[in-house]
């Protein structure tokens, strides 16, 4: 998956995507490739967290965190990212969650305009590497 030039300092590589310890924590890990006329074009990685084990307290949210979702540049802009992201927010709301979480950084090719667009709020916490979060009220 190749990301537009400037993305890479936005989402995570698939390698560190990839790199998941089920059984150090009690999250349930949703890894899935994105297709698209028949080829992978993305990916994204849903976390569902139910137990406060994972994060320190001030990080802790219960609930589904969209921990990744990256579309190859060639891909963007076709309404995949919105049709995944719809279909996402359908099935935690059929899990009984109430919150979709999600972080990402500001700047330029930055998904937070993308986010806002489709309801995702900032909370005014920011996690990890500067990352700010963002919730979605289903």
């Known amino acids: 998956i190749k990301l537009k030039w400037g993305q890479n300092k936005y989402v995570h590589s698939i390698k560190d995507t990839l790199n998941i310890d089920n059984k150090k924590d009690n999250i349930t890990?949703?890894?899935?490739?994105?297709?698209y006329n028949n080829n992978y074009v993305g990916v994204f990685l849903l976390c569902l967290n139910k137990i406060p084990l994972s994060y320190t307290s001030k990080n802790y949210r219960p609930g589904a965190l969209l921990s990744r979702m990256i579309i190859d540049k060639k891909y963007q802009r076709l309404g995949?990212?919105?049709?995944?992201?719809?279909?996402?927010?359908?099935?935690?709301?059929?899990?009984?969650?109430?919150?979709?979480?999600?972080?990402?950084?500001?700047?330029?090719?930055?998904?937070?305009?993308?986010l806002k667009k489709k309801g995702f709020k900032k909370t005014g916490r920011k996690l990890w590497n500067e990352e700010e979060e963002l919730v979605l009220q289903i």
């Not at 890990?29 to 297709?35: A, F, M, Q, S, V």
């Not at 927010?89 to 305009?113: A, E, F, M, W």
Request: charged residues 20%.
């Open 29 to 35: 890990y949703i890894l899935r490739g994105i297709k």
């Open 80 to 114: 995949i990212g919105k049709t995944v992201t719809l279909k996402i927010i359908n099935y935690v709301k059929k899990l009984g969650y109430d919150k979709l979480y999600i972080t990402c950084v500001q700047g330029t090719n930055s998904p937070i305009h993308f």
